[in-house]
C-alpha cells in the first residue's frame, strides 16, 4: 500500500502562502491590468472538490497532486475581462472567442508565474484533461482555495496539497521546531528527524508521546475517530497533555499541536 502523506498546514506556512501569493497576484495584476485595482486575498482550507461538478471551472497541471483549478464560471471571467479591456462588456452577453483566448493566456500566465517560483521541481501547470477522479480528497489532502476580491472581480482557484507545499518550500521556509522535555519523548527518537512520510487512516488508537516517538517512518496509524479529529497525547502516567494531528510538514513527520 502506498504510504500518503496526511498533510499539515501551520499557521506560519499559511502566513508565508499567503505572503507570497499576494506579491505574485499583485504583479500578475499590473502586468494585466492598466490601472490594477486594490485587491483582497484569502485562504480556506477545502475537504473536497469534484470538477465534474463545477462544469466552470477548468483543471491544471499533469503531476499528482500538484495541480491547480480555476472557476471560470462567466460573470467572474466578464468582469475580470472588463478590467483588462478598460471598458463595459456588458454588450457582449456571453465571452467572444477572442475574449475566451485572451482570458486563457491570462489565466496561463498566472500559473506560469507560480511554476517560476519553484523552477527546480518543473512544475507543469498547462491546461489539463485528467479525469476528476484523480484528484486527491479529504482531510490531510492538503487543499487549499484562493479567494481574489475587493477591487478585482471575485476570482476562486483551487491548489492541490502538492503544489501548496512546493510554493511554500520556493520561499526557504523551516517550520519552526519544538523541542519537547527529555521526560516526554526519549531522546533518541525525537520526532523532527525522520524524512519520509505518513498517514493516518480509520481505525481505534489513543496515544502516548512515547509512543508517538517510537513510530517509525512509513508506519500507519488505526484511528477511532475520522481523520481529521484529533489524538489524545498522553504521558506515560496517563495525564493528558494534548490533542494533536499527526501528520506531515515539510516533508517530515510531525504533530500539530492543536489544544
Not at 506556512?13 to 501569493?21: A, D, I, V
Not at 519552526?176 to 493516518?200: C, N
Amino acid at each position: 500500500m502506498s504510504v500518503l502523506p496526511y498533510r499539515l498546514i501551520g499557521e506560519s506556512e499559511r502566513s508565508t502562502l499567503e505572503s507570497t501569493l499576494r506579491g505574485l497576484v499583485a504583479a500578475w495584476g499590473a502586468h494585466w491590468i492598466k490601472s490594477p485595482p486594490e485587491f483582497t486575498l484569502s485562504l480556506d482550507n477545502i475537504e473536497d472538490f469534484t470538477v465534474q461538478e463545477q462544469a466552470s471551472w477548468k483543471l491544471f497541471g499533469t503531476a499528482p497532486e500538484s495541480w491547480a483549478a480555476w472557476d471560470y464560471s462567466n460573470p467572474s471571467v466578464h468582469r475580470l475581462l472588463s478590467l483588462i479591456f478598460g471598458v463595459a462588456l456588458g454588450q457582449y452577453p456571453k465571452p467572444t472567442p477572442l475574449m475566451q483566448a485572451l482570458m486563457q493566456e491570462c489565466i496561463q500566465d498566472f500559473f506560469g508565474r507560480i511554476s517560476a517560483l519553484d523552477v527546480a521541481s518543473q512544475i507543469n501547470l498547462s491546461e489539463s484533461s485528467r479525469l476528476a477522479g484523480d484528484i486527491r480528497r479529504g482531510p490531510g489532502s492538503g487543499m487549499l482555495k484562493l479567494t481574489l476580491g475587493g477591487g478585482l472581480p471575485s476570482q476562486q482557484i483551487v491548489f492541490g496539497g502538492a503544489l501548496v507545499e512546493r510554493i511554500i518550500n520556493s520561499t526557504g521556509f523551516k517550520a519552526p521546531v519544538a523541542h519537547a522535555p527529555a521526560s516526554l519523548i526519549p531522546r533518541d527518537k525525537s520526532l523532527g528527524h525522520l524524512t519520509t512520510r505518513l498517514e493516518v487512516m480509520v481505525g481505534s488508537v489513543e496515544i502516548s508521546l512515547q509512543q508517538l516517538a517510537e513510530l517509525e517512518v512509513g508506519d500507519v496509524i488505526q484511528l477511532g475517530t475520522a481523520m481529521h479529529e484529533p489524538l489524545t497525547a498522553r504521558t506515560q502516567d496517563k495525564r493528558i497533555v494534548a490533542k494533536v494531528h499527526l501528520g506531515v510538514r515539510g516533508n517530515q513527520k510531525a504533530v500539530q499541536f492543536i489544544e
